[in-house]
């Protein structure tokens, strides 16, 4: 990446200050971008959900794994628990959603409590592993919440072979002009359910796979007790990329906590954070570290720079960083301060092999959160920071009372937000296809054909907070 005109900026900058200059270009095609990373997680997309209790469940690793990216399990989940969400994921097919499965004697009030776990908004309804029907929020509304799913289910089924071509199967969905299908397999039994747009997806994503062709999935350990051991466990457990991860990443505990993890030998990456500077990037590569998370108090639920006043603009943090790491010839994620499809476009230019996103995708069907409804109707789950009162209570559930009561009058984060669905992007996959065509789209105006490329000949220039104002889509007339 170079400036427009190579004019050093004066200040530091976040994503908001800079804008990217079209250069002449050769790729002919969107899909003709390679975003897969460079940094050894497997990513084939530049996203990474950030180990947050209200966004990184299970749900949202098959999900965002399946289209290419990588959920991080938070530390604060119990090891037996990472250790069967770590199985479950692996187990998840490559095509095909995970179903939402009911009874025939299940009532209509179950089917309402689960079928918004997933985007694809439908229950199916099974006898012996064998689809019998299928219900939506439709066959449910205006229904006696006591009635069994049996007497209101559709029972026109359109079934589809478990390894069937996704192209061929959209083809069948466009003949029969329905939105979703059951999945079988040889026997009759379910095996997943497969959604018109999904079939679609599995044509224009590759899925983030491990050695064996299982989803990838990463887990996050603190730099308390025994690091070593719940390292060892996480990474018995079989994840993909180990993170060590504190908000203050470049201090003793952190570096001795590396260089633990670093002495079991791991075949996989190791990502260590948070930091904003050269400094720390040299030394948590020294420790060990194979990629360095980047940010401070960028976050949607951090308050850490209105606390502390400590932190660093989001751009020129990952620049410096990613400028550094190059040298040691490791990698930074930048982690935080995202919130349209441009960021993240502007933090790859910036140097970043994988973006962490956060808040962002807290409001999907996918995050582990109860679906809520506010006052005039709007559809919402709740979010909140890691380093949060409530987080922390959840963190030290284990603690005294005494002790738990003295840290809880410390807090940098936001204890509960209101993180609303977008009736048009309701599920973490219409977000990640809204970034990714935007990512790509940013990668043919640099003349870049890969991630690599794209740092390298994206040309950026700094523009006024009016400059970034003009960019702005109108929904209205002025």
């Known amino acids: 990446m170079r400036f427009l005109d190579d004019v050093k900026p004066p200040y530091d900058l976040t994503y908001d200050d800079v804008f990217m200059v079209p250069s002449r270009s050769a790729v ?27 966004i990184a469940g299970r749900r949202m690793a098959e999900t965002v794994a399946r289209r290419g990216g990588l959920v991080v399990i938070p530390q604060d989940i119990p090891i037996d628990v990472v250790t069967e969400v770590v199985s479950w994921v692996k187990a998840r097919h490559l095509v095909l959603d995970t179903p939402i499965t009911l009874a025939p004697t299940a009532t209509v009030a179950d089917a309402l409590s689960l079928l918004f776990k997933r985007a694809h908004g439908a229950g ?77 997806r599995a044509t224009l994503y590759e899925p983030a796979v491990d050695k064996n062709g299982k989803l ?19 990474l018995d457990a079989g994840v993909d990329t180990l993170v060590v991860d504190t908000a203050h990443g470049h201090q003793e505990s952190m570096l001795s906590a590396v260089r633990a993890v670093r002495g079991l030998d791991p075949q996989v990456p190791i990502v260590a954070g948070n930091i ?34 400590v932190g660093r603009p989001q751009f020129s943090a990952v620049m410096e960083c990613a400028a550094e ?18 960021d993240v476009a502007m933090a790859l230019a910036a140097g970043a092999s994988n973006v962490m996103i956060g808040s962002w995708f807290a409001g999907t069907y996918e995050s582990p959160g109860d679906l809520q409804q506010s006052a005039d109707g709007r559809l919402y789950k709740e979010s909140f920071g890691m380093a949060s009162a409530r987080a922390v209570r959840n963190r030290t559930s284990e603690e005294s009372a005494y002790d738990r009561a003295r840290k809880a009058l410390f807090e940098e984060g936001i204890s509960t937000s209101r993180m609303f669905l977008d009736p048009a992007r309701p599920g ?15 990668c043919t105006y640099a003349g870049a054909a890969s991630l690599a490329e794209f740092e390298e ?4 220039g700094i523009q006024s907070a009016a400059g970034y104002a003009e960019g702005k889509p109108l929904h209205a007339s002025w």
């Open 325 to 342: 790491a190059k040298k040691h010839g490791k990698h930074v994620w930048a982690d935080g301060g995202v919130r349209h499809p441009r």
């Open 457 to 460: 000949k994206a040309v950026v």
């Open 216 to 234: 990838r999935i990463a887990a996050a350990v603190g730099i308390n007790g025994d690091v070593a051991g719940k390292a060892k466990q996480l």
């Open 28 to 54: 002919g095609s969107r899909q003709g971008v390679d975003l897969a990373s460079p940094d050894g997680t497997g990513t084939t997309i530049p996203l990474v959900v950030a180990n947050m209790t209200a």
């Open 124 to 200: 199916v309804v099974v006898e012996d592993g064998r689809p019998l029907g299928i219900v939506t929020e439709h066959d449910l509304t205006g229904v006696d919440r006591f009635t069994q799913v049996s007497e209101v289910m559709s029972r026109d089924l359109l079934l589809l072979d478990a390894d069937i071509d996704p192209r061929e199967a959209f083809n069948r969905f466009e003949d029969a002009n329905r939105k979703l299908a059951p999945a079988i397999g040889a026997d009759g039994r379910l095996v997943g359910i497969l959604t018109r747009k999904a079939a679609l």
């Open 428 to 442: 973490v996959e219409d977000l990640i296809d809204s970034i990714i065509a935007g990512v790509r789209s940013s």
């Open 276 to 309: 904003v500077a050269a400094d720390g990037v040299r030394d948590l590569i020294e420790a060990g570290a194979d990629i360095i998370k980047v940010g401070v108090g960028p976050g949607a639920m951090c308050t850490t720079r209105m606390m502390t006043g």
